[in-house]
């Protein structure tokens, strides 16, 4: 089967940067997204990897590493608004969707 | 511009009892998904419609369907609920059929009692 592993929890001191971590384990792999979901709150997109690399879009980028089945979300800068629930996703067979076990950030001051 | 779009916010059903849940995509996106979450877990992929068909179900029993009208918009249905159905019923939709990035609606608090 499929499955995105990522660490439950992770703090940060505001101001700091932190790595959320994601380890999959699929079939037809077709990169990997990024989600923002704070408490009470919907998914809101941040990045896709459809490519090994890094892609960077403020103080959030992405990367990915297709050999080693593994990709991260990077948080410069971080802010006490950062504080949410983090989810990678990849599609399968480009209509299929399977979010990760999700990573709770805490930022604290 | 208007974003995705749910309705209604919150809904009590007894056991038994059917529901419909509704989304409308954000102006000019022509896929709509539907997920389901858990407090605490991460969104579960129910059925992804892409020009009125469907191009995409997750592993959920036949009791759930959906469907998509002319003008996008979607409906998600739930018969013979049961307490397990109790979440939070998030619609997403996108442009086109690969759905890396989704818009995703506020979503609909069901309490299945």
């Known amino acids: 089967g499929q499955s995105l592993e990522q660490p439950s929890e992770v703090t940060a001191v505001e101001g700091a940067i932190v790595q959320i971590n994601c380890t999959y384990q699929?079939?037809?792999?077709?990169?990997l997204s990024w989600y923002q979901q704070h408490d009470g709150g919907a998914p809101t997109f941040l990045s896709y990897?459809?490519?090994?690399g890094l892609e960077e879009t403020g103080r959030f980028s992405s990367f990915l590493s297709r050999s080693d089945s593994y990709g991260y979300l990077l948080l410069q800068e971080l802010q006490m608004k950062d504080s949410a629930s983090y989810f990678c996703?990849?599609?399968?067979?480009?209509?299929?969707?399977?979010f990760g076990t999700g990573t709770k950030l805490q930022v604290i001051p | 511009d208007a974003g995705v779009t749910q309705s209604p916010t919150h809904l009590i059903k007894t056991r038994g009892q059917h529901v419909t849940l509704r989304c409308s995509p954000i102006?000019?996106?022509?896929?709509v998904s539907w997920y389901q979450q858990v407090l605490g877990q991460g969104p579960q992929f129910i059925f992804q419609y892409y020009e009125k068909e469907e191009r995409g179900r997750g592993n959920f029993p036949d009791r759930f369907s959906a469907r998509q009208f002319p003008n996008y918009s979607s409906e998600l249905n739930v018969n013979a609920l049961l307490l397990g159905d109790s979440a939070l019923y998030l619609c997403?939709?996108?442009?086109?059929?690969?759905?890396?990035?989704?818009?995703f609606g506020p979503g609909t608090r069901l309490t299945v009692t």
């Open positions: 699929t079939s037809g792999f077709y990169g």
């Open positions: 102006s000019g996106h022509k896929s």
């Open positions: 990897n459809a490519l090994d």
């Open positions: 996703a990849w599609g399968e067979g480009y209509q299929k969707v399977t």
């Open positions: 997403a939709s996108s442009t086109g059929t690969f759905a890396y990035e989704q818009y």
